[in-house]
């Protein structure tokens, strides 16, 4: 769910409104006043993790029972992408873990997200065991010849990286 747009000024508080631009961009109505609420999407990371018996996806709580998708978080201020990922993946799934590669960038307009997804093995010498976190309801590791992508949000991530795989 995207949040609701913003009613007033969080400088001056003003009306907002409106200007008729790209999605929910609004405006201070005051005419001493020129704050703009861009309301940009927000970057978060994702991680397709492969552990060697397969990839793993998650159900996050409150998730729909037949819903499952890879681990995913948000930045942290300062924060590289590529050690966010690192810091989800220990967090969520309690795994040691490197980064392989950059699979792709993506829109989730309907979270107001980008989505930086990543493929990530655990670091040599790890057991892989999944330790599961406070967000997830459920892991779950689905072999890789069984994986299948899905058009929109984290499923594109999935669809590019098998098709990177079998390129
Ligand atoms: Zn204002």
Redesign the pocket.
């Known amino acids: 769910m995207s949040s609701a747009p913003w009613t007033f000024?969080p400088?001056?508080?003003?009306a907002l409104s409106s200007d008729g631009g790209m999605g929910a961009r609004r405006r201070?109505t005051?005419a001493t006043?020129d704050?703009v609420h861009y309301a940009n999407p927000t970057p978060v990371v994702v991680a397709i993790v492969e552990l060697p018996t397969g990839v793993v996806l998650a159900r996050g709580r409150g998730w729909p029972e037949k819903v499952f998708a890879p681990i995913s978080g948000f930045l942290e201020e300062g924060e590289d992408p590529r050690e966010a990922v690192v810091r989800e993946i220990s967090e969520e799934l309690g795994l040691a873990a490197r980064v392989v590669s950059l699979v792709g960038v993506y829109p989730f307009a309907a979270q107001n997200q980008v989505l930086i997804a990543y493929h990530a093995v655990p670091i040599d010498g790890a057991d892989g065991e999944i330790v599961k976190g406070d967000e997830l309801e459920e892991v779950k590791l689905i072999p890789v010849a069984r994986l299948k992508g899905w058009p929109f949000a984290t499923g594109l991530a999935i669809l590019d990286w098998l098709a990177q795989r079998n390129a």
């Open positions: 000024c400088r001056c508080a003003s201070c005051s006043c704050f």
